[in-house]
């Protein structure tokens, strides 16, 4: 029997001196000796057996089924190979010898299964496994079997995928795949637990063994239905650990077992096996990690991890930080990696063939760069990681302009290299500084483009990819790829588009976008679209974003919870929508934007008055749902008419105050988006019940004095958004009641200095709030006038029934935004207002813009009337108008001498006013939300906290 378990790496066991028993391929009789006794041969006729060769795994982090170096002998076809004959023939060599049977003849039977696939360059296909596994039906592991034998076989068995389970597998299959599965686990969970000093497993067997039990879960065989995969997992990880802590030479990992180890714990770990819920899982991976960083910086040749060691290594750590490890707990990490850098480094710049990487070795330690970066390693405390970026990125500009195919990287590799270069940009390499980037997201873009318009199968990109790839160029155009100077980038973004709507009308299960893709691919359009991708160069793009969305709607009522939206996708779908109607794509006028929407925002009401964690909202999702919101609205989507919309935002404020009194680091808003929030509460004008607003407004004002002096869009943003407040408070309450957070404005007004003259915004706000606080204008904007034929109509007639009356027009009063019309003799003004005076356009729900507009006339001592302008639509109506607005003249005195401005005296009734469309400001400049956005709103129900209406200067509506 094998004491030792040693020999080399991945080798088949056949023939061997360490075997007692006969490796006569003849059958001839005869005796042998063995350890139990003398037995005499008989003349069983064996299975064919190839000769012994080498071997190699392959993880899914580099997923070759079938490496190079290898040596195989020519197979028969399947069906000659692997009959009932040969397994009877095994059947009975286990029962002659019973339980002194050493497995041999079984593991060599596994083997010339694997050679088998590895000569075909597959795994096997189902109608090869629906013939293989009812053969195993009385496959039986003795106790005989040492070490070598099981791992041998196990591993073989996974290798050739005899464990994969298949879509269409019948149940009698089903139930033989179970069996045999079952068998050999119960066999490596029984000799797990076997006393130190009987345990025959060399590290080289544990390696295997685990390598194979991590392959079985990536081939898709769930832990959570296969209790005893994780039980054997589980058995193995102290064998793991004691070899990994020893300090006996024969017992050491050489290079190769440690990055298998590493790839197969991390597989483990990404496919459910939890990190903290698993004993002694961290003391693994912590000793693991020592070894690397020990092996990684000696100077023996030995002790050198190969290319695709590293490549492997750097993936595994990579993945265990994305699933949970904590780099600032786990120094051996970081240790680990900064040995590992310079290696990679060495490798890519390496003149010798054996030390370059492949493509896709090179895809994925640039993804695994960029997945430590995310995950908390620091790019400033890791100097090395530069080093090895730059030579990578050479080293993939090199392979991309390549014409030899052994260089070409796959569909796959592209979308990973392009996901990762963008990830790298996000934290900190910057474009600008690393010519490098740009040279290679250049080599890389007409290769996405010929993918994605090829019609050969081995060319297209799945919907991952599609999905990783417009969201990377769109993460490289927000962080200064500029697309105009990049023609390569329209060309590849039409063509993903293009694939993305097909995938998308597809039937095919396969080709279905999961909840993820679609929130993701909507946020990247938004995005390209925002940062200046013209619609009439992505002709596809509306028809592709309707197919989306219907898609969002299918998700969003789906009761399967594979289907449900997280908050983050929830309120980056409500981003993204926002985001491309406010770009001029008229998705308002499609039903199907509406359906989707409707059903998007009964989810965010659900979440936010959810009691479950895993429901919440992060600080920068509600304010980013919040202002997707907001702008819908001020675009003119009809939100007053989707159901729950007001019960929806009075959930959401409840979580806007409570994270702006949170002392949580985690829940603090991050300025951009406070200056978002402020500007959005204000914009939604009456939507929001003004004591709902106040507790809102008073949390998130305290952080207006963090605004650094720089950043001249967030203060002039919440000069505004303080501003409509106390418009709201002022003419709720009246002039007697000064609101606190009138201080504000001064202040803001203070720190905005010289504005530029083409920010005609900007330039709005500071004449208002001079006009707010009694101060001269130092430069009047300069404003468009826009006399729409309905406010023609109005002067006209009231003109020619009150030929003497005094009517000026489209007049500037205190350098504010032009009125409509203005009656100085009376101190009246009459503003016909449009649909984008209201929330949604329902000539009901007055917004931010309005209110403060109305408040700042009033301040000066002017009576303002505004009249709806469907109240002119028709001869009847408007007759009716022009008579109330008689009967109000008829009433009042007229006003001789001149207006007292700046002044609170004589404020006028409050008469129901907005602001003609185009000549005032409008929240439009408004600054780019964070990228995680979605959410609904549901405008409070108007109680008695709404602002009064006009006494008697309203007209009906």
Known sequence: MDKSGAGKSWTCTTSSNDYNQSDDHTGASGS??????????????????????KFYPASDACSANNPPRHSIKPVQDFYALFTQAKMDDLVRISTHYAERYNGKKHSEFAC???????????????????QLIPLFHAFKVTPGWPWRSLTTTVHSFTSAGVFTPHKYMNEKSKEAQAALLSTLLDAVIVKCKQKPEVRDIGAQGIANLLWALAKMV??????????????AVASLLPLVRIKAESKEGKDHFIPQHISNL????????????????????????????????????????????HSQGTANLLWALAKLVENGLDPEKTAQLKEAVAALLPHVKIKTESKEEKDHFKPQEVANLLWAMAKLLDNGLKLEETPKLREAVAALLANVKTKAESKEEKDHFIPQHIANLLWAVARLVDNGLALEKTPKLKEVVVALLPHVKAKAESKEEKDLFNTQAITNLLWALAKLVENGLELEKTWQLNEAVAALLRRAKTKAELKARKDHFNARHIANLLWAV???????????KAPKLTEAVAVLLSHVKTKAESKEQKDHFIPQHISNLLWAMAKLMDNGLELEKTAIFKEALAALLYHVKTKAESKDERDHFSAQGIANLVWALAKLGDIGLELEKTAKLKETMTALLYHVKTKAESTQERDRFELQGTVNLLWSLAKLGEAIELNLIKSTFDSLVGRISEIPQRSQQNLWMSLWGVMVFCARSYLYFGINNKNPLEKHIGELFSRLGNISSDNIEAQTVIAMAASWLGRPCTEVPYYQTNISQSQTTLREQLQSSLPSL???????????????????????????????????????????????????????????????????????????VIEQIKTKLAAQPEAHGSVLLNSGEGVADEAYVTADEGVLFSG?????????????????????GREKKPVNGSLPT
């Open 112 to 130: 010339s299964i694997k050679q088998y696939t590895s000569r075909s360059k597959r795994p096997l296909n189902h109608s090869e496994q629906c």
């Open 806 to 880: 005094k009517i000026e027009e489209e007049k500037s009063l205190n350098s504010l935004p032009p009125i409509d019309l203005l009656l100085p003799d009376y101190n009246m003004v009459i503003d016909v207002q449009g649909p984008y005076h209201y929330v949604s356009g329902d000539f009901e729900t007055r917004n931010g813009k309005t209110l403060l507009k109305i408040a700042l006339l009033q301040k000066l001592g002017f009576e303002v009337i505004e009249i709806p302008v469907n109240q002119l639509w028709k001869q009847d109506s408007m007759k009716r």
């Open 924 to 944: 439009d400049g408004y600054a780019t939300a964070e990228e995680y956005s979605e959410e609904q709103i549901n405008k409070p129900k108007k109680e008695k």
């Open 32 to 53: 042998v000796r063995y350890r139990y006794g003398t037995v005499r041969r008989t003349n069983t006729p064996l299975p064919y057996i190839p000769e012994r060769h």
């Open 526 to 536: 938004a995005k390209l679209v925002d940062k200046g991708l013209e619609l009439e």
């Open 262 to 305: 590493l790839w197969a714990v991390a597989k483990l770990v990404d496919n459910g096996l939890e990190l903290e819920k698993t004993p002694e899982f961290k003391e693994v991976v912590v000793a693991l990690l020592t070894r690397v960083k020990t092996k990684a910086e000696s100077k023996e040749e030995k002790d050198h991890f």
């Open 218 to 231: 990536g081939n898709g065989l769930e832990l959570k239905k296969t209790p005893k995969l994780k039980e």
